[in-house]
């Protein structure tokens, strides 16, 4: 594919408020998990939190959910807001769609409505707004009409792949016609549902999680919102990308609703369609981010499919002991992880790990490393087999 | 504009059960007195993988199977997309109905049936396929976003898609917060080339309009229908291909956008 201009894009998540703030965190090797301390959560986990998100609002009052206010946060950062007017202005905002990826939406808000059922009637709260908060399209919703955009919706929801589909389906509707530039993102916030839904499963760690670690047991549930504006070369503003979409590749394990492919089948076809979308060999990548969610099946698995593929040689790192799992957000935090990695040629470590698998083959960086960084693979493998894989360089 | 080819149908809803029956109340050839949505009951999968399937699951693989076989297409390598407005509101019911409790014990096969692309995670494991598979909700326009996006997939990737639209009635109490009355489904085999069984073909244009408020049904009870379930915002297209003659079909979106998408057998 003709690589897509990622000409601005903005994050807040357990690591902070904005791009400087999560790239300190990174050099700094600072955790965002924490002991859970959420709401009345009676579990002994860690959850990478997003502080302050109770005293934050909304624009526009019926959309207010901890998952929209964690949207607006992110969309006020780094100036995003004002590289979307520009936009607006350039294409006009019917031109302009916006995708964006969530696995739980507002759910919370359903949760806390059931909690305060009328007693006698069962009835829910007459203050509970279902369509504004919890569907899953509120999202998207709300982020369109923060930005005054006018084009194609939709909020894409395929569990954690769900913010890494958003560039393949943003890249098509713009390849298509349909619009001129997007709006991607994803946005995913702490609720019970996932929570306990994970804790159910047994695959939530009683530690910061540790990917690829001899002693890992489960995933560290974090919340995070990321956006990007997706231009075409020939359109975007001269010196305004610095960073590139250059392929995408999806697949599913047909296997399985919560345990991967033992083979990794998906896993290596999403890898091997996202370098072949973007017309490239394997020796071309120079860092990996995993999706490394530290359970004993994933971490394997990915590694099977990784070294199927690139061999054991290529730098290859998880961060989710950094911001925990952002769920439907992982892919978006995870694909500005890599651009910052592009920019300051930086290879994150994989934070919380001590001892590596020694099961586990690739070459799994621990400690932060400086090194030339063009081109990077970023993984997101979801529940129920939903596979994506993308590719991102330098610009220049 | 894109353009597709129709190769398959697959329908179930208030009286509805697969395009071969259907076709003549869409006709006009008879007149549709709705009824009842008929159980869902796809054979793709074994009996216990069936047992584990949520309702949605159930509703979305019946019709995409009814739109497979249509088509005569192998379903091994066949890209997919599963709309849904609001997805499996049983389970929604069900997890929020326990997390209210305080043990909060939460189901697994609950937890991992909830999510939206469990129908997509489903069907992959039926057919055997790896392609790619989206899934997605934009509320009431719910079926015009998963015929675009699907469009997108077919024109851009060159690849036939099978497109599933879906939503279950609202268990009570979430209903009295979103009404859905019924349940329904729809599902179109999307090819982006014309083939030998190729039922019609639909051009596809977005464009914003201040004009009428989209395409409706003559017989009242479809036109019902059509509010009753955003799934069955679907029925003026189905409409349209069950006629002889070609047809224009208008059919709202967001944002005061209007998917206009012409109709010819």
Redesign the interface.
């Known amino acids: 594919m003709e690589p897509l201009y990622v000409t601005a894009y903005a994050a807040v998540s357990a690591l902070g408020r904005g791009t400087p703030a999560t790239l300190d965190a990174l050099r700094q090797s600072r955790s965002g998990l924490r002991p859970c301390d959420f709401e009345h959560v009676?579990l002994e986990t860690h959850v990478g939190r997003v502080q302050g998100l109770e005293a934050e609002g909304v624009a526009i009052a019926r959309y207010d959910c901890r998952n929209n206010r964690l949207a607006q946060l992110a969309l006020q950062q780094d100036g995003f807001e004002e590289a979307v007017a520009r936009a607006r202005e350039q294409y006009r905002p019917?031109r302009i769609g916006v995708f964006i990826g969530t696995?739980t939406s507002g759910?919370q808000e359903?949760?806390r409505?059931?909690?305060n059922?009328d007693p006698k009637t069962?009835?829910?709260p007459d203050t509970?707004?279902?369509?504004d908060t919890s569907?899953?399209?509120s999202v998207?919703?709300y982020v369109?009409r923060y930005l005054n955009?006018?084009?194609?919706?939709?909020?894409?929801?395929?569990?954690c792949s769900s913010s890494a589909?958003v560039f393949?389906?943003a890249r098509?509707?713009m390849?298509?016609g349909?619009c001129d530039a997007a709006v991607v993102g994803g946005v995913d916030s702490l609720c019970?549902?996932t929570l306990?839904?994970?804790?159910?499963?047994e695959l939530l760690s009683r530690q910061p999680c540790r990917p690829a670690d001899r002693q890992r047991d489960g995933i560290s549930i974090g919340e995070a919102g990321g956006f990007a504006l997706l231009e075409q070369p020939r359109a975007a503003p001269r010196g305004q990308a610095t960073v590139a979409l250059l392929g995408y590749g999806?697949?599913?394990?047909?296997?399985?609703?919560?345990s991967p492919h033992p083979e990794g089948?998906?896993a290596r076809?999403a890898m091997e369609r996202a370098l072949r979308c973007a017309g490239l060999e394997p020796a071309a990548i120079d860092y990996i981010n995993l999706h490394g969610t530290a359970t004993a099946s994933n971490d394997l698995i990915e590694d099977r499919a990784l070294c199927a593929v690139f061999g054991t040689g290529v730098p290859c790192s998880s961060t989710k002991g950094w911001t925990g799992h952002a769920l439907g957000a992982a892919g978006i935090i995870e694909a500005l992880i890599s651009w910052l990695s592009i920019q300051h040629d930086l290879v994150p470590g994989t934070l919380t790990t001590r001892e590596l698998d020694p099961a586990i083959n690739s070459n799994i960086v621990l400690q932060n490393r400086q090194q030339t960084v063009r081109r990077v693979l970023s993984n997101s493998f979801?529940?129920?087999?939903?596979n994506c894989s993308l590719v991102f360089g330098r610009v220049g | 504009m894109?353009t597709l080819y129709v190769a398959g149908i697959g329908i179930l809803g208030p009286g509805f059960d697969g395009w071969e029956t259907s076709r003549a109340f869409f006709a006009g050839e008879c007149v549709y007195k709705g009824g009842d949505t008929a159980e869902p009951r796809s054979t793709l999968l074994s009996p216990t993988k069936r047992r584990r399937m949520s309702y949605t699951t159930r509703l979305a693989v019946h019709v995409a199977q009814q739109a497979l076989e249509q088509s005569g297409l192998p379903g091994d390598d066949l890209a997919t997309v599963f709309a849904s407005?609001?997805?499996d509101t049983a389970i929604?019911h069900q997890?929020?109905?326990a997390?209210?409790l305080p043990e909060?014990?939460?189901?697994?096969t609950a937890?991992?049936?909830?999510?939206?692309?469990?129908p997509?995670?489903?069907w992959?494991?039926a057919?055997?396929?790896?392609?790619?598979?989206?899934?997605?909700?934009?509320?009431d326009?719910?079926f015009v976003?998963g015929l675009?996006?699907a469009?997108?997939?077919a024109?851009?990737?060159h690849r036939p898609v099978l497109l599933n639209v879906y939503d279950m009635k609202m268990p009570?109490?979430?209903h009295?917060?979103?009404p859905i009355d019924v349940s329904f489904a729809v599902a179109l085999m999307l090819l982006p080339q014309a083939s030998s069984n190729s039922l019609a073909r639909l051009d596809i244009e977005?464009r914003?309009s201040d004009k009428a408020p989209g395409s409706t049904l003559e017989q009242p009870a479809m036109e019902n229908l059509r509010y009753a379930n955003p799934a069955a915002r679907a029925l003026p297209l189905l409409a349209a291909l069950a006629r002889t003659h070609a047809s224009e079909v208008v059919l709202a979106?967001?944002?005061?956008?209007y998917v206009h998408v012409q109709v010819t057998p």
């Open positions: 009676d019917q696995s759910i359903t949760e409505a059931y909690r059922r069962g009835a829910l509970f707004s279902f369509r569907n899953l399209a998207a919703d369109r955009l006018l084009g194609p919706l939709m909020s894409i929801s395929t569990a589909k393949a389906v098509r509707f390849h298509a349909l019970l549902s306990y839904g994970f804790n159910s499963l999806e697949s599913s394990d047909a296997h399985h609703m919560s089948i998906g076809l979801g529940f129920g087999g939903s | 894109l407005s609001d997805g929604l997890l929020c109905s997390l209210a909060k014990t939460v189901s697994p937890f991992h049936n909830s999510v939206h692309n469990a997509a995670g489903y992959s494991i057919t055997g396929s790896h392609a790619s598979s989206n899934s997605l909700s934009c509320y326009a719910t976003t675009l996006d469009a997108c997939q024109t851009v990737e009570q109490p979430l009295d917060a979103r977005l914003p979106y967001v944002n005061g956008n």
